[in-house]
């Protein structure tokens, strides 16, 4: 039908008989591109945008391109848009499974993350234990889960995310079923030592997938959707592994989320692809997929290096990454000097002595977290994908939220339970988002290794957050809690300040 109307379009100009309202019948001459014109004018107005035509105009626009070789143009042009919407439909849906993907798997880490803290009351009646043997077990675990995120984000960034992420969820899930089969506190110690360090591998495969299948003006909304499967695995695993383990023992309460796991790891390996090429798709850093091949050149996605290429080449000297990872370290330390410590503040100098009425009050912290961190991923790619200043912005306004939360009257339990909420909003934003900033300002190929370096880091500022606040507090009060917190507030922004208007690695290296 197109090819029809381009050929009768190039026809020699000829006439036309209009109608005026007194009804005289006059005869207009109508050129080859006026022909054009109306035709392209009838296809829809996508099509018609699509080949430099805007159907609000006037047809008899002089504006119009006049010339015959645009109408021979023509059907070549309908066809390079109607191929590149075929390809903008075939991404959307494999953007889809690949989100889908990466956040069932992410919550089943989850699972088998949380597994041992819900069975182990249960677990302490039946091997006859103390919360010291329980101590024990749970202490190797963030050890070898911080030193994992380096060394999986090597092992993803040279064998690829889709093997990796379904590695750790197939080991995680064995460990889990194992663990339900032992006794031995050294056994089950080792076990869930193990179990840390594949937990790792989590974070950084699904970092990778992330900015390799999605456009940087996308990548915020789409990092910020992925991390709320952490809550929705919060919030399962007590449910499942408690209620399981209270009615059929503990055992069965380790073993379900394993086996659960171990399902997810082989979807996860027949369903994940690494790249878009390896499905006949371009890669998302192009603007305009259709004009690229899919199959010719390699684009910056498919670059290769070796290990230490990865580690001593494109990390270490990224004054950015370092950047980020103290940052991380700060925010991390606020984070969880918030969690450990904010309801032995409440009890303390709020006047609410009760310990159940205490943690109600700082229950809001993990929800203002997620609305926080959904909010800095979509601001983030409404101001054109400057996310540093997002996060910059957002660690003002927890230095005014942590000023409020301090000052706040005592005895109100639902003002401190809004402030704590807004403490939540802002913390969880800036700590979704320098994970994001971190794959963004790394090599394409050293994405995953970049981002379990910042990964590392900030657990180490996890665990500073733990014994050297508890002696701020007791050597000199609650008041230089709150002082130690908001310079972690602020130092994160003289660190990211050199770094305003980086976007990508370019920018920075």
């Not at 090819?3 to 109508?30: E, F, I, M, N, Y």
């Not at 234990?129 to 999986?152: H, N, Q």
């Not at 009890?347 to 009425?357: C, F, N, Q, V």
């Amino acid at each position: 039908m197109i090819g029809a109307s381009v050929t009768r379009a190039l026809r020699p100009a000829s006439t036309r008989a209009t109608r005026d309202r007194c009804g005289k019948t006059t005869r207009k001459q109508v050129q080859a591109w006026q022909t054009v014109r109306r035709k392209v004018w009838r296809c829809s107005k996508d099509r018609c945008r699509a080949v430099g035509y805007d159907p609000s105009d006037s047809l008899d626009d002089e504006n119009v391109t006049s010339s015959v070789s645009d109408a021979l143009a023509f059907p070549e042009m309908i066809a390079s848009y109607e191929e590149d919407a075929g390809m903008q439909a075939k991404y959307r849906n494999w953007r889809i499974w690949i989100f889908a993907m990466i956040w069932l798997s992410y919550m089943v880490y989850y699972l088998t993350r949380g597994s041992f803290t819900y069975a182990a009351p249960t677990m302490v009646k039946d091997l006859g234990w103390s919360l010291k043997e329980v101590g024990r077990i749970t202490t190797v675990f963030p050890l070898m889960y911080g030193c994992s995120k380096f060394a999986s984000g090597v092992l993803v960034d040279v064998l690829g995310s889709r093997t990796i992420l379904a590695l750790g969820l197939v080991a995680s899930g064995t460990i889990n079923i194992l663990f339900g089969t032992q006794s031995a506190l050294l056994v089950l110690a080792l076990l869930w030592g193990a179990n840390g360090f594949f937990q790792g591998f989590g974070g950084p495969s699904c970092a990778k997938l992330l900015t390799t299948w999605y456009p940087p003006e996308q990548r915020g909304t789409w990092w910020a959707a992925w991390t709320t499967s952490n809550n929705v695995g919060g919030f399962i695993v007590p449910l499942m592994v408690g209620s399981i383990s209270s009615t059929a023992g503990w055992r069965v309460g380790m073993t379900t989320p394993g086996v659960i796991a171990l399902v997810a790891g082989v979807i996860v390996y027949f369903g994940v692809r690494n790249k878009p090429k390896s499905v006949g798709l371009p890669s998302p850093h192009d603007k305009s997929p259709s004009k690229q091949d899919s199959t010719g050149s390699a684009s910056q996605d498919e670059v290769s290096a070796s290990p230490s290429d990865i580690v001593f080449k494109y990390v270490f000297p990224n004054r950015a990454i370092w950047a980020l990872a103290f940052a991380y370290f700060f925010v991390y330390i606020v984070r969880q000097g918030m969690v450990s410590w904010s309801h032995f503040y409440i009890m303390a100098e709020k006047g609410i002595p009760d310990a159940a009425r205490a943690s109600a009050t700082v229950s809001g912290l993990e929800l203002g977290g997620l609305v926080g961190a959904m909010v800095s991923g979509w601001l983030s790619d409404k101001v054109d994908g400057h996310r540093i200043r997002v996060v910059m912005g957002y660690c003002l306004g927890l230095v005014l939220a942590l000023l409020a939360f301090m000052f706040a009257p005592s005895g109100n339990q639902a003002v401190n339970a809004l402030l704590v909420a807004t403490v939540g909003f802002f913390i969880y934003g800036p700590q979704m988002l320098i994970g994001l900033i971190g794959a963004e300002l790394s090599h394409p190929v050293a994405v995953a290794t970049g981002n379990g370096l910042l990964g590392w880091i900030a657990y180490l500022g996890a665990a500073f957050a733990g014994e050297p606040l508890a002696i701020l507090v007791n050597q000199f009060g609650w008041k230089y809690y709150f002082l130690g917190m908001i310079s972690c507030c602020a130092l994160p922004i003289i660190l990211l300040a050199p770094f305003w208007n980086a976007r990508k690695y370019e920018d920075v290296c």
